[in-house]
């Protein structure tokens, strides 16, 4: 257990979720967040469990060692307006907000306040995260600090800052990509043979080997691919099937174009 306080302004799906994930890691207890939100009544369970809600964004960041911002991007300016001047140099300011820079938050801020970025998808809530992080070369002894907080919840890897709206699309939009992948699965098992239900659990744990034979065997897909596909077989007939109606190449452009929307989800003020 540590004494680390800390404030997560704006806990909605992310910040709810870093939360439970911190919890279960059994490093942090309930009793280290502060949250804040507009309808403070939906944090009702946090309160429960034993987090502080707070409805004031400043006094909640008062005692606060880290100060998680978990805003979406049209809120940053915002609430970086009304805590300015709130945020000592002691303090260490993690941005969980998509497409909002480093140096646009100190512009608000004062460029005196540690700012560090980082990119969690949902699944902070189960630990398995793929967390990318990043900051300007100013702040670069801050990152130990922000990796060992996001190793707690699943992996992590530093990037540049100008890299991070591809993580953004490749590894938080990608949560939605690969579950869309397994819904439709689910739905092609069902028109075969299964009921929903049964044909869901089938393609989610078929896609969780998937995943897990990779990172196991530190191996590439087409390795694993060629280790299933039977000459004349039936795997090698759907794939080609799936290739020939575009599988590859809708997954390419839909992360492309996902990466090129991130980029401009923030207006410099
Ligand atoms: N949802 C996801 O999978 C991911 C989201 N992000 C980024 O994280 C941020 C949050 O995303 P979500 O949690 O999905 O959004 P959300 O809409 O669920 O949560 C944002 C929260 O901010 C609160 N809020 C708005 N104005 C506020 C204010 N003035 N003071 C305090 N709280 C305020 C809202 O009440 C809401 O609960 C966004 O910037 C998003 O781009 C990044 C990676 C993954
Ligand atoms: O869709 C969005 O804009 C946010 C950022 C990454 C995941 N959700």
Known sequence: MVNTKIT?????????????????????TPQNFVL???NTTKLSSFKE??????INNIEAVTNANIIILAVLPQKINEVLNELKGSIKEDQLVVSLVSGVKVKNIQNILGSTIPVVRAMPNTAIAIRESMTCIATTSNWNEKLPEVEDLFKLVGET????????????ALCACGIAFFLRAIRAASQGGNEIDFHANEALKMAAQTAKGAASLLIANNSHPEDEIDKVTSPKGCTIAGLNEMEHNG????????ITISAKQAKDLYTEE
Do not use: D, H
Request: glycine share 12%; aromatic share 6%.
């Open 8 to 28: 997560i302004i704006g806990a909605g799906n992310l910040g709810t979720s870093l939360v439970k994930g911190l919890v279960e890691s059994k490093i942090y």
């Open 36 to 38: 804040t939100r507009r």
């Open 49 to 54: 469990i034993g987090c502080e809600i707070a």
């Open 157 to 168: 890897i530093v990037i540049n800052e100008e890299q991070m709206t591809s993580a953004t």
């Open 247 to 254: 599988f590859s190449s809708s997954f390419i452009k839909g």
